[in-house]
C-alpha cells in the first residue's frame, strides 16, 4: 500500500500570493486532516475532509480552505499569504474507523512566505 | 477544551540510558492518547496509543508509555536509548466531537554519544 504524499515539498511564495498544497491520501483512507506546524511548535489542525466534505475545523480564518475530491484526495489552499503563515503543513489521512483510528502522516509541504 | 502539555522543551541523555518523556493532558473524558516521533526533515510517526484497557502501552521502537488518570499523565519511556532516538517527540489527545488530534509543543531529544 501506498502511503500519503504531499506536493510540493518545498515552497517559496511572496505576501499577499495564493498558494495550493496537496495531497494523496493512504490507499483506503477517506478521511484527510491538514495540520500547521510552525518553527519550534506542535502541529495546529487546520481542518478535516471526510468523503469530500468538511466535518471539523480548528481556528484558523476563512482564507484556509480545502477540498477533498472522490478519489479522497485533498488540496489547502490558502489566500492572502502572510509572513506568519510560513510552516510546514502535514497532510494525515485515516480510514474514519472510529475515534481515535490511527492517522498516518506526510512528510510534509514546508511553506516560506516571503 | 482538551489540551497537552509536555513540560521539558529539550531532553539531553547519554546513549544506553534510560529515558522518560513527560506528558499531561486535559480532557473531560476517557481521552485517546498518542504519542508521535518527528525527525528532521520529516513527518511524523505514531510510536504507541492508549484507548481503553491495559494502563501500560507497548510501541515500536522498544518505546512504552503508562497512562495515569490520577496524574492526567502519558508519560514515555525506554530502557536504554540508541543514537538513532534522537528526534522531536509530541504527545497529542484525540478529541471527541470531530476525531482532530490536538498536539503539544514538542520535546526535542538530543543523545549524547
Known amino acids: 500500500e501506498t502511503g500519503v504524499t504531499q506536493s510540493p515539498t518545498h515552497l517559496i511564495k511572496t505576501r499577499g500570493q495564493q498558494v495550493t498544497l496537496r495531497c494523496s491520501s493512504q490507499s483506503g483512507h477517506n478521511t484527510v486532516s491538514w495540520y500547521q506546524q510552525a518553527l519550534g511548535q506542535g502541529p495546529q489542525f487546520i481542518f478535516q475532509y471526510y468523503r469530500e466534505e468538511e466535518n471539523g475545523r480548528g481556528n484558523f480564518p476563512p482564507r484556509f480552505s480545502g477540498l477533498q475530491f472522490p478519489n479522497y484526495s485533498s488540496e489547502l489552499n490558502v489566500n492572502a499569504l502572510e509572513l506568519d503563515d510560513s510552516a510546514l503543513y502535514l497532510c494525515?489521512?485515516?480510514?474514519?474507523?472510529?475515534?481515535?483510528?490511527?492517522?498516518?502522516f506526510g512528510q510534509g509541504t514546508r511553506l516560506t512566505v516571503v | 477544551a482538551q489540551s497537552v502539555t509536555q513540560p521539558d522543551i529539550h531532553i539531553t541523555v547519554s546513549e544506553g540510558a534510560s529515558l522518560e518523556l513527560r506528558c499531561n493532558y486535559s480532557?473531560?473524558?476517557?481521552?485517546?492518547l498518542f504519542w508521535y516521533v518527528q525527525s528532521p526533515g520529516q513527518g511524523l510517526q505514531l510510536l504507541l496509543k492508549y484507548f481503553s484497557g491495559d494502563t501500560l502501552v507497548q510501541g515500536i521502537k522498544g518505546f512504552e508509555a503508562e497512562f495515569k488518570r490520577s496524574q492526567s499523565s502519558f508519560n514515555l519511556r525506554k530502557p536504554s536509548v540508541h543514537w538513532s532516538d534522537a528526534a522531536e517527540y509530541f504527545c497529542?489527545?484525540?478529541?471527541?466531537?470531530?476525531?482532530?488530534?490536538?498536539f503539544g509543543k514538542g520535546t526535542r531529544l538530543h543523545i549524547l554519544p
Open positions: 480532557y473531560g473524558a476517557t481521552p485517546y
Open positions: 494525515a489521512s485515516r480510514s474514519n474507523q472510529g475515534r481515535g483510528t490511527e492517522a498516518f
Open positions: 497529542a489527545v484525540g478529541a471527541d466531537r470531530d476525531d482532530k488530534i490536538i
